[in-house]
């Protein structure tokens, strides 16, 4: 047999590499003491948090522009109820705070004014004018119903209507002397010649002379023409009426507003923008007096001719006030606003429409403000995936992050999908802090490819799953797990059950030396454990309670599980505990579905002959393997082409798959196994099949550590549990895997009982003796010979090839009419019966 021969890097590992060691039952599962808790610990929003809390701080306290902060956490972590909190407790900014409002604009009325007003002042404003226009509706009329008013009118009618009847007296007097009379009838006025008082007829005149006729045609044309001049004339005189009429109505209604504006400036002269609008209200008042006169029908009088500039139905309604965002002035806080649905609409505000007539109409009373206008000031909490998923919204808030305004707009409009009349208002000033929530990966997509992200947030709050180990943070942990059931009105647990939950936390880190901080989760555990405890009428939550809780949840989800577990049982899937098989290992995989993780083992075989050197994946070759399990399997040809028959061709042909496999595999933790089952297959060596080996490898052969180690431990475990156990079974994993372990009660006992092990290794030589039961040397030199034997067949069947062909006889020479005799026909010989795939393996 042909010796290994180390390479230089084998000798140094083999002098300082340890021997395989049995994990001892204390170090598979770290326990929570309850009597070291100490719950009466301080309670801190954030556990263990500190690296994240000094980018909460700061963004709390950075007064300039664009330290707005995105907030990184793992599901589960509560950094939304951790967050309000200090957000709360923030100083308010140094800046002025300021009520928002938005009213009419006289000279542009599609482009609403902003009032930016003392911080609480806004609803003081908007009374004030409400009051206002209550008071101009009863004030207007009441002016007009004044003695002295109506004295003026009464004049001014009452000259118009002497100076018409004295004009006509004027007239008739004269006339009759000059005898002509005036008739007024339906057609309007007449004049007829009249004799001795009496009107002549047409018969009468004719009886006059000729000289007579002429001179009555002349006087009563000369007459005709002075009563044509007073008919001209009174048109004119009723336009001076309506004139002095309109003079007396604007005085009269400039009257009542001034009254009505200067009791109002009076409680307003200390409020700024508030006066100026006012003053703007008085001059619109003024100058649209006698149109809002003619609206309000005080006088009887059908609408004027401005009724579509005014609101017919109440033209007053321009003078009012639409307060968008105000503040008590005696909160000293800042407002902390989440917005859970960021719409744009949500963001930035809306203009709003109602339909009369059959039409879209809006007005400045319509605008409706966003999270952002609630926010300013203070912090607006968004979630990032939401945002980031809304039409237009992460755009506009970019926009106003970069502009410090906030521009109302409707999606629709920004979209162009509709051409209704709609408004314009003036941007509101934004001076607010954004906290963006979201997964860590969108934090690193946003600030790569949006080049704007960076520069408008420039902290960043990475929050960790999971915190150190240390008695001070499970005792820390435990008082926060207490304050919640607290909170959420739970019955108190006991220190047994809050160091259960401590192990759990332990647990959902996957590390004895960590405790995950997803308390969220804890939560789920004793509110199910009170239920359980309030249902047999205790007044405590104890151990048992959530256990029972933990054990129910579980179950809940284990639908797949146990289905799997049952084809495993019945011989469906194919793993054996217990025999030996060459080119067969049982490696381990974990499945997670919906939250819920488990381990199932799996067979992987691997089969060789001689070749050029390649390992075929199976898995990669059928597209069901990701990248780093082709990663995997191409560290394996490093390693053995790197190990054995350094002096000769690698020529070895090797396949491997993991059997029973129909949908995707990813990672590396079967390659260790992998390797195994190859050397296995090449030396012609049987693997122990009650033992199942999980781990990672590198070219130089060392054991790498993998995620998942509790779930594929107790995988195992489980199937050999149900097959019964016989002492003899037990799970390889890689000895920096150890400090993850936090196994099952029940694991921890079997292994106490010495019915079950696991065993820690450091180098791939480690595991060959447990899995050979025999020495890692021996077992290298008989995978040496072999592949010298592959490596030899190969040159033998090459120079084969390459050896000259023997020269070839020619035919004898033959006359045309002679032609040579056939050969006899050899009978060929009969190939064996071919093998069952059974018989081939088992040959194998």
């Known amino acids: 047999m042909t010796k290994h021969n180390p390479s230089r890097n084998d000798a140094n590992l083999t002098k300082t590499r340890s021997r395989p060691h049995r994990v001892e039952p204390q170090d598979l599962r770290r326990a929570c003491d309850p009597s070291k808790l100490k719950l009466d610990a301080p309670i801190a929003p954030f556990v263990g948090q500190d690296r994240a809390l000094s980018a909460v701080t700061l963004a709390t306290e950075m007064q300039q522009k664009s330290y707005n902060l995105f907030v990184a956490a793992p599901k589960d972590v509560p950094v939304r109820d951790g967050l309000r909190p200090i957000l709360s407790a923030a100083k308010a900014s140094k800046k002025p705070k300021f009520d928002f409002a938005y009213v009419y604009n006289f000279a542009n009325p599609s482009a609403p004014k902003l009032l930016m007003l003392p911080d609480g002042s806004a609803p003081i404003v908007a009374k004030a004018f409400e009051e206002l226009v209550e008071d101009l509706r009863e004030a207007i009329p009441a002016a007009f119903e004044k003695p002295e008013v109506q004295a003026r009118r009464r004049a001014l009618e009452n000259t118009f209507k002497e100076q018409q009847e004295s004009a006509f007296e004027a007239l008739g007097q004269e006339a009759e002397e000059r005898h002509v009379a005036i008739m007024r009838g339906p057609m309007g006025f007449s004049l007829v010649p009249t004799k001795d008082d009496e009107v ?8 006059l002379n000729e000289t007579e006729q002429e001179e009555r045609k002349a006087t009563l044309s000369e007459f005709q023409e002075k009563l044509q001049e007073i008919v001209r004339a009174i048109p004119e005189w009723e336009r001076a009426l309506r004139s002095d009429l309109r003079r007396l109505k604007q005085e009269t209604i400039e009257a009542a507003i001034t009254r009505s504006i200067e009791a109002v400036r009076k409680d307003l002269c200390n409020i700024d923008a508030a006066c100026a609008h006012l003053q703007a209200v008085k001059q619109d008042l003024i100058q649209n007096g006698e149109y809002i006169f003619a609206l309000t029908n005080i006088d009887g009088s059908e609408p004027g001719a401005l009724s579509d500039v005014l609101d017919s139905q109440n033209p007053f309604e321009r003078y009012s006030v639409n307060v968008l965002v105000t503040r008590c002035s005696s909160d000293p806080g800042v407002p902390v606003v989440e917005e859970p649905n960021p719409t744009l609409a949500h963001l930035v505000g809306r203009v709003e429409h109602r339909s009369e007539g059959g039409y879209l109409t809006t007005s400045f009373k319509l605008i409706k403000p966003g999270a952002l206008h609630h926010a300013n000031g203070g912090f607006l909490i ?106 959420n009105q739970l019955i108190e647990p006991e220190p047994a059950a809050l160091a259960a939950l401590i192990e759990d936390a332990a647990r959902d880190a996957a ?31 104890t151990q048992g309670d959530v256990e029972k809780a933990r054990t129910e949840q579980a179950y ?41 993780a ?36 191409m560290v394996l040809s490093g390693y053995l082409a790197g190990k054995y028959v350094l002096d000769a061709p690698f020529s070895l042909h090797a396949s491997i798959v993991l059997e029973q496999s129909y949908g995707g595999v990813e990672g590396d933790s079967a390659s260790l196994a992998e390797l195994l089952a190859i050397l296995s297959a090449i030396a012609d060596q049987p693997i122990d099949q009650s ?12 054991a790498q550590a993998i995620g998942g180690a509790n779930e594929k431990i107790e995988g195992f475990f489980d199937l050999c549990r149900d097959r019964d156990l016989t002492g003899e079974q037990g799970v390889i994993v890689p000895a920096s895997n150890v400090q993850h372990l936090m196994l099952k009660p029940d694991v921890v006992r079997a292994c106490e009982a010495n019915q079950f092990s696991v065993y820690a290794i450091e180098h791939l030589d480690e595991a060959i003796p447990i899995l050979f039961g025999q020495s890692s040397e021996e077992l290298h030199n008989l995978v040496e010979a072999r592949l010298l034997s592959f490596a030899a067949a190969i040159k033998g069947r090459k120079d084969q090839l390459d050896a000259p062909a023997p020269p070839i006889d020619p035919p004898p020479f033959a006359l045309p009419d002679e032609v040579p005799p056939e050969p006899p026909q050899e009978t060929p010989p009969k190939s064996p019966p071919r093998k069952s795939s059974a018989e081939r393996l088992g040959d194998g």
């Open 200 to 207: 002549l007829q047409p018969s009468d005149l004719k009886e």
């Open 382 to 487: 968004l979630d990032a995936r939401s945002l980031l998923s809304e039409p237009m919204s992460w755009r506009a808030l970019k926009r106003a992050l970069q502009s410090e305004t906030i521009k109302t707009e409707n999606l629709a409009e920004a979209l162009s999908l509709t051409s209704t009349i709609t408004l314009d208002p003036e941007p509101v000033p934004l001076s607010a802090r954004i906290i963006l929530i979201g997964d860590a990966w969108i934090y690193h997509v946003l600030s790569t490819y949006d080049p704007e992200f960076s520069s408008l947030f420039k902290l960043f709050a990475d929050f960790d799953g999971s915190i150190e180990r240390t008695e001070a943070n499970e005792s820390l942990l435990a008082a926060t797990l207490k304050d919640l059931a607290r909170a």
């Open 511 to 541: 590390d004895a030396n960590r405790l995950s901080v997803k308390t969220e989760r804890s939560l789920e555990v004793l509110e199910e454990a009170h239920h359980y405890a309030a249902t047999a009428a205790r007044k405590t939550i």
């Open 556 to 596: 809940r989800a284990s639908r797949v599980r146990d289905r799997m577990q049952e084809q495993l049982m019945r011989g469906i899937a194919l793993v054996q505990t217990e025999g030996h098989r060459v080119g067969q290992i049982n490696g381990l995989s974990v499945y997670e579905l919906a939250g819920a």
């Open 598 to 633: 488990f381990g199932k083992p799996n067979r992987i075989t691997a089969r060789t002959r001689p070749g050029n050197g390649n390992i075929i994946d199976i898995e990669r070759e059928a597209r069901l393997g990701g990248p780093i399990h082709s990663k995997g399997v």
């Open 691 to 702: 033992i199942a080996i999980t781990g990672a490898v590198n070219q130089l052969g060392d």
